[in-house]
């Protein structure tokens, strides 16, 4: 051992590999800020999370948001900006 006394700590080497989706099926700039803002605000539904961007009640009525930002992969947050594209 280098240390002495020996460090109480672990240690781990974490690889990425990227993403084969190279295009999003919607508009990015509306994507990004909608991840933006439903991360902006831990713990909260997207309900509540998203209320900023001027979505009306009705817009927001799907199930899809009553879940919580980290609750979703990259389709789901595609298919969240297709329905804040169409509502607004």
């Known amino acids: ?6 460090p109480k700590v672990e240690s781990a080497v974490v690889r990425l590999t990227r993403n084969t989706t190279e295009r999003l099926d919607c ?3 509306l994507f990004f800020r909608v991840v ?3 991360f902006s605000t831990r713990r909260k539904t997207l309900r509540n999370a998203l209320r ?5 009640a009705e817009a927001m009525s799907g ?3 009553d879940k919580r930002a980290e609750q979703l992969g990259v ?3 595609v298919a969240l900006t297709r ?4 509502a607004r």
């Open 1 to 6: 051992h280098v240390f002495i006394p020996p």
């Open 27 to 29: 508009d990015e700039k």
């Open 36 to 38: 933006k803002q439903a």
């Open 52 to 56: 900023p961007l001027g979505l009306s």
């Open 63 to 65: 199930e899809l948001f």
């Open 75 to 77: 389709g789901e947050f």
């Open 83 to 86: 329905l804040v594209e169409e």
